[in-house]
């Protein structure tokens, strides 16, 4: 804390300790920021999409939210952003790391499907006693390339935001943390006198987290029942849970969606093309801070293994 005496003439400079700053501070950080973006290098880390990475990017101090009705692969979506990310630090000899920290899946279960995204084994097939020592063996080699890369997952159930913020900042003491992900809201540990207020302080606090600490933050979060019970299941973000505080606080909010899901059920996906039925994923960009709703299309991969890729796509702005 500063200590002013009112009776001398006080340098604005001299409270930079404090977040009310002048304005010529932030007219530097502004210009420093511009100078950046003149030389063509884009902000941020790539999603690992061209899809994507044409709308929105994975800058320091903004959220992205990426939610969805279980099994559209959002957790899936968001380990592949993780590891592009990873692969972007090692590349470049980034000495920083990716902090994980996922209520919903354990460390071992994150792992496997990272494998298998990259080696192509099916793990369905391997859990049900169907598949090959050969593919086995090929996952466990390509489980063994992923040691060295800069992951690091917390699996505890749970984790309030100020456990979080404790492990990452220790973790940042030594190695520097240059991204997080957090799967997902809903099984946050923190308490609120009721669900609303609940998640709103998470958001808060994870949105804290990525200012103090200067890093981008994925955060994954369920969509609730009621677009299933609609013709079109395209999801809007009024299908956020207690949408109110999310829609506020996130930079950018994903809604995932696939057709082939419904389709497979019997169920209706109202006027969607007949030819985004199968191997297609709708990634509704519903909110951005600094661009417009934008409707973006990812091909979902099933064979031979569980993955999102980029697919040629015509994109419209959402009414």
């Known amino acids: ?130 598949g090959t020592p050969e593919e086995a063996q090929r996952l466990s080699s390509t489980a063994q390339t992923l040691h060295d890369l800069p992951i690091w997952i917390d699996d505890g159930s749970a984790p309030t935001t100020q456990i979080m913020y404790e492990r990452i900042a220790r973790l940042n003491e030594n190695i520097p943390v240059r991204a997080m992900m957090f799967d997902f809201l809903e099984l946050g540990g923190d308490q609120g006198k009721t669900e609303d207020l609940r998640l709103g302080q998470i958001m808060l606090a994870l949105k804290r987290i990525s200012k103090v600490l200067q890093i981008p933050i994925i955060v994954l979060s369920q969509l609730n029942r009621g677009v299933e019970d609609r013709a079109n299941k395209i999801p809007s973000l009024a299908d956020l849970r207690y949408s109110g505080q999310i829609e506020q ?57 569980l993955k999102f890729a980029d697919v040629h796509f015509t994109h419209h702005e959402l009414n």
């Not at 297609?280 to 661009?291: D, P, V």
Request: hydrophobic letters at 45%; glycine letters at 6%.
């Open 1 to 130: 804390m500063v200590n002013i005496n009112v009776s001398e003439k006080i340098n604005p400079f001299d409270l930079f300790d404090t977040d009310l700053r002048p304005m010529q501070y932030w007219v530097g950080q502004a210009e420093k920021k511009i100078a950046q973006w003149a030389t063509g290098i884009p902000e941020g880390y790539s999603t690992g999409f061209k899809t994507f990475d044409n709308y929105f990017r994975l800058v320091a101090a903004e959220i992205t939210v990426i939610a969805a009705r279980p099994s559209m692969g959002k957790t899936l979506l968001a380990m592949q952003m993780v590891v592009n990310v990873a692969k972007v630090l090692q590349k470049t000899k980034d000495p920083g790391v990716v902090a994980v920290f996922s209520a919903e899946m354990t460390g071992v279960s994150l792992t496997i499907r990272m494998a298998s995204e990259i080696c192509g084994v099916n793990i369905h097939k391997l859990r049900m006693g169907s």
């Open 249 to 305: 606080i996130a930079d950018q909010v994903l809604l995932l969606m696939r057709p082939e899901f419904y389709v497979e059920r019997g169920l209706s996906v109202g006027d969607i093309p007949v030819e985004d039925h199968k191997g297609i994923a709708y990634a509704s960009l519903a909110k951005s801070r600094f661009g417009p709703p934008t409707m973006l299309k990812l091909a979902f991969l099933k064979t031979p293994s």
